[in-house]
């Protein structure tokens, strides 16, 4: 006998018997859930409803490092069970056919999640995102360093903070910002000549701007250090790390609303694991870890039941229950791609006119 | 073994590792800069239309030039720097040659990032610099120095490309004849002079090569302009990265690519007048 096909009638013997052994006892769930994250979110806290569940279930996490990320390593082959982008590339996903409709009756802590938050993550009358995780883009000053605090997003032109300002480097939210303090309604349905409006008044923001930001560490450090008396479309998360250092920080309410941010889970196309998939969204959405969230990073969380379980201090820095903020919060829309090229192309133009 | 498989078995290893890892990414980019959009088959055709559009677009153009100027001027700044250094190394040191070679080398072990931060510290509104200046009197309100400009972009990657600018005018300056400078002394000629007619001529490959080290991965450089160079100090990498992450425009970003990869070949070409391409590599 060659030695490969002994081998190979060892492997089938071994199978045969894995098989026979199977059948009788009951055996766990085992297999290997794939997500592809935001790091901070892989802590074995914020799935441990999945974990006691799953004993034997590998669960492995790879990272990325904004939503366009997420997209651009679906986009190149990258295959997972969960991914977790925010709002504005939920409809390109479903357009795409890049991720399936979730069964929510699987889901028993669908119940408690906020309808409003839930509603973005719809698309064709299907509920394709399970939102898990929120926050606020507005603009956080130094106090002890402004004359005066901004109230708008038209202050941040006042000529009192030049070279002072830190915008978030991203066409979208520039444009978005911009549209606001013009007066424009709905920043993403604008005409040609708004747009136009929009890069001039932008131009003119320039000389007051140090610097652009893209990573919250990054912003952070240039607000404690100083530099920053104005941080535009700043995370409530910033704000809650600011006022823990000890300084004397503000996060404004702009008379034009808040932005905002949502992102959320969905399980791609490819995953053969969707039961597992949608115990991990459940054990996510568990109210112990959703308070995790807001009590450790700062975060809005969607499973309402997980309120009362908010320290009080952070509940009100956050503002989670304060209904008059929220619903007044401008959350981000879904970008045509000729929006998305336009927006970058102006804002390219616009941050190196200096 | 014979001398060509020896030939093959030396250079096979690191010639397919650069083939997979270089030239089919790079093949692939060029690819995609003659597509419509990322994927689907709607995009699967062929079109110059990215090309013309970066053509009409004196924006990229500009920054792609404005760029192209900071790397000389880092590239020339840290040859300047360098060469002295490796000339005291090679020539004056002695026996401390290790030693400082060594403590020359010690900052690249700790993070990029860690002291591209400390530098914001030092130099930041709250950092060290501010606090003398302050109490010196000599400024009345802290504010950023340096840092956020062009010019704290240049004086970053400066520092950073030293070191690595000063090894191959190192191993230059090394290969020298002694006896050739010894044989000037004899024949009375002066010191500076020796050194214009002996030492420099024949250090130069080395200093072609390091100030090359500095120019070409400068030039699509993202992350000290993001980090240190404010809203002036953007460049030509930073709007690549645009394309690529926020505006989804992978054919944009890789016509832009093939265009810095065009203006350093020119480059190149440029620089090599004065000096042959064997003499790059230090042969």
Known sequence: MQPKTKYFNILLLLVAGAMVLSACTPKPVTGTLTLLDWSGYELPEFWTDFATKYPEVKVEFSFMSESADSYAKMKSGTLVDLVHPCSNFWKIMVDEGMVQPLDTSKISNWKDVNPALALQGQFNGKQYWAPWDWGFESILVRRDLVQNVPNSWADLWNPEYKGHIALYDSGETAHVITALALGFTDPWSTTPEQDEQIRQKLLELMPNVLTVWSSQTELEQMIASGDVWVAASAWNASYVNMVDQGLDVVYIDPAEGRGGYLCGFAIPTTSTNVDLALAMIDAYLAPASQAKLANDYGYGIVNTAAIPLVNQTTADLLSLNDQNIISRTIFYKYLTPEQRDSWTNMWSEVKTSQ | ?283
């Open chain 2, 1 to 283: 073994m014979d001398k060509r498989s020896r030939f093959a078995s030396l250079i096979g290893p690191p010639g397919i590792y650069l083939l997979l890892i270089f030239l089919v990414p790079i093949g692939v980019m060029f690819i995609y800069s003659f597509r419509s959009g990322i994927s689907g088959v709607a995009h699967d055709t062929f079109t110059l239309a990215n090309y013309q559009s970066f053509l009409r677009n004196t924006n990229f153009q500009n920054l792609l030039w404005r760029s192209a100027i900071i790397s000389v001027t880092i590239a020339g700044f840290s040859t300047l720097m360098a060469y002295p250094l490796a000339y005291y190394l090679v020539f004056k040191a002695g026996a401390k040659r290790v030693t400082l070679m060594t403590l020359l080398i010690v900052p690249t072990w700790t993070s990029y990032l860690l002291r591209i931060f400390s530098w914001k510290l030092i130099l930041g509104s709250s950092g060290a610099l501010n606090s003398l200046l302050l109490s010196l009197g000599w400024i009345e309100k802290a504010s950023p120095i340096l840092i956020y400009s062009q010019q704290a972009v240049i004086a970053t990657l400066v520092y950073v490309w030293v070191p690595f600018v000063a090894l191959p005018i190192f191993a230059a300056l090394e290969r020298i004849d002694k006896s050739l400078l010894e044989a000037a002394t004899d024949l009375g000629c002066p010191k500076w002079e020796a050194f214009l007619r002996i030492t420099l001529p024949l250090s130069l490959p080395g200093v072609l090569a390091g100030f090359f080290f500095a120019l070409i991965p400068t030039l699509g450089e993202f992350v000290t302009p993001l980090l240190v160079g404010g809203v002036s100090g953007s460049m030509y990498g930073n709007l690549i990265q645009d394309q690529f992450m926020r505006a989804l425009n992978w054919p944009m970003g890789s016509v832009m690519s093939m265009a810095m990869l065009l203006a350093v070949l020119f480059l190149i070409f440029m620089l090599t007048r004065f000096g042959s391409l064997s003499d790059l590599a230090g042969f």
